[in-house]
């Protein structure tokens, strides 16, 4: 019998999903801003750092994601990756320059942008062991709750970043970080929260790159989520310009943007998780990119901001789908690693980064932001079309076999 730990874990993974949505809705949105409008970056030199950044942190996520499964206590790698994460975003902070920007971002955040997927995977792998009936409940709920940080970070990020100084956002971030390293201490603490999960042992005579085989579909899926994803990037890196410059909005605007969209996704997730026991997650994800490119292109030809807002509805019912139904997708990837499945979710996001990254650099080189937002709408729906396609067999209702497992 799994003995009863001494801490309420719940309530403290709870407080670190919390957190961690605090890193991301802290600074994702003003990313673009602090890098080219307030520090002078050229949008060229910006998104080469960051994607040497996502080049560097596919690396790093699937090292740790095999690491993961090998090692006795996943909880250490989650405690590194958060203390990168206040060494990353504190060094922005106290040292607002091209040059810190340049390291945190290149150099340090890869480290901490796995914090994230390893969360996840200790999340999964603990209540496989003590809850296993609700161990997929338990990470929708907990996905659920960074959602809540989105919901409440934003505006507040962009009344700060307004009234005070838009590098405030980064202290929120590196405080929020040093939250999490002090959870996953404190667990460390108590000897009952280290779970593992045994790996399948390889077949003999197999390389070990053999590991990382994937079926085809699942592969056109991986693709096809990359390819979404980088079409979200486009829009979180190109949006806040484009509100500031086209639309005449204010860095509080930007943050409400965020919140609302944030607001919409919570219920929505609800939704989604209802839609899993009848629908194909393949099918859900498929929808959700054509969702985002009809909001992205009509966001491209809006004028004002009364009418952005109104937009954001399918904006956060996109998002929701590629925010949480890609979990629970991409962990049963590699079947018996959850770790290393996990880590896909990194490697998405990074892949993602360092496409949109490239993009938005070659897209709005003449600082035209909606065309940026045109190519994007077109992104999304050619990876909608390679997670169709690559998946066709699987498209539609859920069959009784898979309902069953």
Request: aromatic fraction near 10%; glycine fraction near 10%.
């Amino acid at each position: 019998m799994t003995a009863r730990p001494r801490l309420p874990v719940t309530a403290l993974l709870g407080t670190n999903m919390f957190f961690s949505g605090v890193t991301y809705a802290a600074t994702m949105p003003y990313a673009s801003l602090v890098g080219v409008d307030t520090l002078g970056m050229s949008p060229g030199w910006f998104a080469s750092v960051m994607s040497v950044g996502a080049v560097l942190g596919t690396f790093v996520s699937l090292g740790l994601g095999y690491l993961s499964d090998k090692l006795p206590d996943r909880r250490l790698l989650v405690l590194i990756t958060a203390l990168a994460g206040v060494v990353g975003h504190g060094m922005i902070y106290l040292w607002p320059t091209q040059l810190s920007f340049m390291i945190a971002m290149a150099v340090v955040m890869p480290l901490a942008g796995a914090c994230y997927g390893q969360c996840f995977a200790y999340v999964r792998v603990y209540y496989v062991r003590h809850m296993p009936a609700r161990a997929d409940f338990m990470v929708t709920a907990l996905r659920t709750v960074f959602t809540l940080a989105w919901i409440i970070v934003p505006p507040v990020a962009g009344w700060v970043a307004a009234q005070f100084s838009i590098f405030n956002v980064f202290l929120m971030s590196s405080l929020s970080y040093a939250v999490m390293g002090g959870i996953f201490a404190l667990l460390i603490s108590d000897k009952t929260t280290a779970v593992q999960m045994p790996a399948p042992a390889r077949a003999e005579g197999a390389s070990l790159l053999s590991t990382f085989a994937l079926p085809l579909g699942t592969l056109a899926g991986l693709l096809g989520l990359i390819v979404m994803t980088a079409a979200m990037r486009i829009l979180t890196f190109t949006v806040s310009l484009f509100i500031v410059t086209d639309l005449g909005g204010t860095l509080t605007d930007v943050g409400f943007y965020a919140g609302i969209t944030a607001a919409v996704e919570a219920p929505c997730m609800l939704l989604l998780a209802y839609l899993t026991t009848k629908l194909s997650k393949e099918t859900l994800l498929a929808s959700a990119g054509i969702v985002m490119a009809v909001f992205i292109g009509l966001a491209s030809i809006l004028t004002s901001m009364t009418a952005l807002y109104w937009l954001l509805i399918l904006n956060g019912l996109g998002t929701a789908a590629l925010m949480s139904v890609n979990i629970p997708y991409l962990q049963d990837a590699i079947k018996g690693r959850v770790g290393l499945s996990t880590s896909l979710m990194d490697v998405v996001a990074i892949a993602a980064n360092l496409l949109g990254a490239t993009a938005f650099g070659l897209l709005t080189s003449g600082g035209n932001y909606r065309f940026a937002l045109m190519v994007a709408a077109g992104v999304s729906v050619a990876g909608a079309a390679i997670m169709a396609f690559g998946n066709l067999s699987r498209l539609g209702e859920l069959r009784q076999v898979e309902q069953a497992g």
